[in-house]
């Protein structure tokens, strides 16, 4: 498929002409606080010690929604997390970002809950990290959307040391009205962050924030190219290098990256591409062992055959029998005592949507054949996998699975485990009671990503969940509405 049509199938235009049904939420459902939907303990059969108590991470109790959902754990400290979503409380998308100090038992707003960059008027694609001194912090991108050559984006970083309250770090990238090219236009998207908190790292406390950088002809708004760039800061986000090319001129059709840091600093950033690749894109990995000043040529580590039954009603892809829109970009986690490196990404090739894996033995020059990751192989659909592994070397992955029957419109969230990331135990079921993610921007929208935090204490998977309730001054007029919901699993 050309990459102007394909573009906007993984994400080039999610912050401009589909934000109808993004970036507002309809205000009159800013209603009164109401009842809510009890969110039960779990503790299902399988490889988990405990599953604990579904917990819902926002503290608005409106019925505004919030989806997509990252998740840090500080690595001193395995009590402190730090989440976020888009959060859509003051009508207007905004990144929120919410914090635990009890290991997920309960959560608590950082600063006012939610942050909008300066000089945009909307904020999502939330991201969340800690630093080698506990330090706390939180990507958003902001946006004023006009086209896609005119959009203002800002990509703003905020911190927390007590993680209550929020100071302002600084400012990644601002591109006002697509930049100063009279050509062209550029509008910055999907990124996401990692600190360098390895003791052998000769670049440690270093922030990395990835992301597309869209490029469009200003004449007729048509797409030229989506390659992905980084920028770090060595002071705490004040100040920020680059941005300096993480895919190749070759490998110019990219999108959904995500970094990571392995025992000594090397630096890799895994990314969609879609150069050549027809309708189906491939998992990419590119490495860099100057601190993500340069990078060498990306590597390729196994085609993705991209999650898509049809079109939905924003000419998005979907699974069968639904209309939320769902994509297929890839996660990346490093094993810190081996070097290991894994990948795990949504993958349409059975007819089923499915988590697929490969993992690196060699610093990420090969890779393995890729393998399925959830244990149901009956025909359901998993989606929105993540990956995360403790320091002690335990791998974890996270995904929503939605049976493959007709009429079913309900999710449930999972985890899978592995011991040196290489067979996965059967999954473990963490929600403790399905949502049909039917709720909210008429079906179409439940965020592009869940988010997973470990430590050899505990896993953290968070997700959007829209089973809590919230009625509207009488408990006649109850809707349900997406939440940020986390749960504790140790093993």
Known sequence: MAPGIRAGLIGGDDHVF???SVVTVDPTLKDQPGPGAPQNPGNPPGPAKSVGPNVVA??????????????????NNPNRLLA?????????AACGIYASSDGGATWNDVGEGTTVPPGAVAGGDPVTAFGPDGTAYHVCLGFTPTTNATSTTVLFVSKSTDLKTLQPAGTVIATVAGGSDVTFGYFNDKEFATVDTRAASPHRGRIYVTWTRFKFNRLDDSYVESPIVLS????????????????SPDLNFDQGSVPAVGPNGE????????????????????KSVDGGNTFGHPVRIDDIIEICDHFNVDGRCAIK????????????????????????????????????????????????????????????????????VAENGVTQVEFQQRDDTPGNRLLNTFLSTSIGGVNFAKQVLVSSG???????????FIGDYNGLAASAHAVHPIWTDARR???????????????????TVTF
């Open 18 to 20: 589909d934000l109808s």
């Open 58 to 75: 926002n503290q608005d109790k409106t019925r505004f929604p919030q989806n997509e959902t990252p998740i840090a754990v500080d690595p």
């Open 84 to 92: 976020g979503a888009n959060d859509y409380r003051h009508d207007l």
């Open 232 to 247: 770090y800061s060595d002071d705490g986000g004040a100040n920020w290098s680059g941005p300096h090319a993480v895919s």
């Open 267 to 286: 630096l890799y950033v895994v990314f969609e591409n879609g150069n050549g690749t027809g309708f189906n894109g491939q998992a990419m990995v590119a």
């Open 321 to 388: 029998n639904s209309n939320w829109r769902v994509n297929s970009f890839p996660s990346i986690a490093v094993n810190g005592a081996t070097g290991a490196v894994y990948v795990v990404w949504g993958d349409y090739r059975t007819g089923n949507a499915d988590v697929r894996f490969s993992r690196s033995a060699d610093g990420g020059l090969t890779w393995s054949k890729s393998v399925i990751v959830n244990s149901d192989l009956s025909g359901a659909d998993q989606v929105y996998p993540w990956i995360a």
């Open 434 to 444: 399905p949502t049909d993610p039917n709720i909210n921007f008429s079906g179409t």
């Open 469 to 487: 309730v919230v009625c509207q001054l009488v408990v006649t007029n109850c809707l349900q509405q997406q939440d940020a919901v986390t749960a």
